[in-house]
């Protein structure tokens, strides 16, 4: 009788500490896919923001070297305004050429000339208006170096971006000196950096235009992604902060996929936001990779555990 009672009870405090075993092991194996996927998630996060930063460096570093070609070329008009044509075109050139320009140009005030780097030369009498084109009045109204917004070139039809500088010679201003640069080759040189199997980076504008993409197609159009991203960045500007880290954000695509995004503004142009694109299901894959190999590894030990 007593022995037949010592057995139950010693049953019934096998199969307690049996139950409190599987419990801890559940719980530690619940803590551990929770922290394995946490670290894995701010990995991944980390190397976007990386790509990100790594791309805005690139891209801001690209523009800023075709500025200081025009701020340069700027300088060599305004200390001698009235160099000869063959002088002036030979500089436009040289510096079309140095700095990867399509075209270089500079157009004059007083006589409403404007003169290429190719050798031609415009003025009203071939129905060009030089001071009243875009690019000579914002660099003339602003009197410092200027960043058009992107536009289709009236003559490829290239999508085109424009920096120009005015110049002055005693305190008078005389002209602007201006370059034009195919965006193209633009988001070719610069966004290569950000491109990955699943990921790629984007140049967008306010309005939620894209400015520079991989995808030659997309630029100067608007797109679901686009569109989403503009909303999600003027409901909260925090998203741009660049003293934020966290700053993760989800948005669909014309597909409906969820893309994983983070953005920054440039700083050669703050109306431009530079974003890493990356599918959520990269995130997704990661956090059920772990789950699964946690559960793996949970269920085994309990095997073992059992049997013992």
């Not at 599987?22 to 551990?32: D, G, K, P, Y």
């Not at 875009?134 to 971006?161: E, M």
């Amino acid at each position: 009788m007593n022995k037949t009672k010592r057995l139950g009870v010693s049953s019934k405090l096998t199969i307690w500490i049996g139950l409190m075993i599987v419990f801890m092991l559940i719980t530690t194996t619940l803590v551990s896919y929770y922290q394995s996927k946490n670290i894995s998630f701010e990995l991944l996060k980390e190397n976007q923001l990386k790509v990100m930063h790594d791309v805005q460096t690139t891209f801001d570093n690209y523009a800023s070297a075709r500025m200081r070609a025009i701020e340069v070329l700027a300088k060599k008009y305004g200390a001698n305004p009235d160099m000869q044509i063959e002088e002036m075109v030979s500089l436009l050139s040289s510096v079309k050429d140095i700095s990867g320009f399509n075209l270089t140009y500079v157009g004059f005030e007083q006589s409403e000339k404007t003169f290429l780097s190719n050798g031609s030369m415009l003025d009203p009498s071939k129905n060009f208006d030089t001071k009243n084109t875009i690019w000579f009045k914002q660099a003339r109204d602003s009197g410092k170096i200027i960043s058009t917004n992107p536009y289709h070139s009236v003559d490829s039809n290239a999508p085109t971006l424009t920096y120009a500088a005015p110049f002055y010679k005693d305190g008078k201003f005389r002209g602007v000196v201006a370059g034009d640069y195919d965006i193209k080759n633009f988001s070719k040189d610069v966004l290569t950096l950000g491109h990955g199997n699943n990921s790629y980076a984007s140049v967008y504008d306010t309005d939620g235009n894209i400015i520079f993409n991989e995808d030659q197609a997309k630029i100067l159009t608007k797109n679901t992604l686009s569109i989403n991203i503009k909303n999600a960045l003027a409901n909260d500007p925090r998203l741009l902060d660049p003293n934020v880290r966290d700053t993760l954000f989800y948005a669909d695509n014309d597909k409906g996929e969820t893309q994983a995004i983070m953005c920054t503004p440039s700083l050669t142009n703050p109306s431009l936001r530079i974003c890493s694109v990356l599918e959520k299901k990269i995130y997704d894959d990661i956090s059920n990779s772990v789950l699964y190999r946690q559960c793996a590894i949970g269920f085994s030990a309990l095997i073992i555990i059992l049997i013992i």
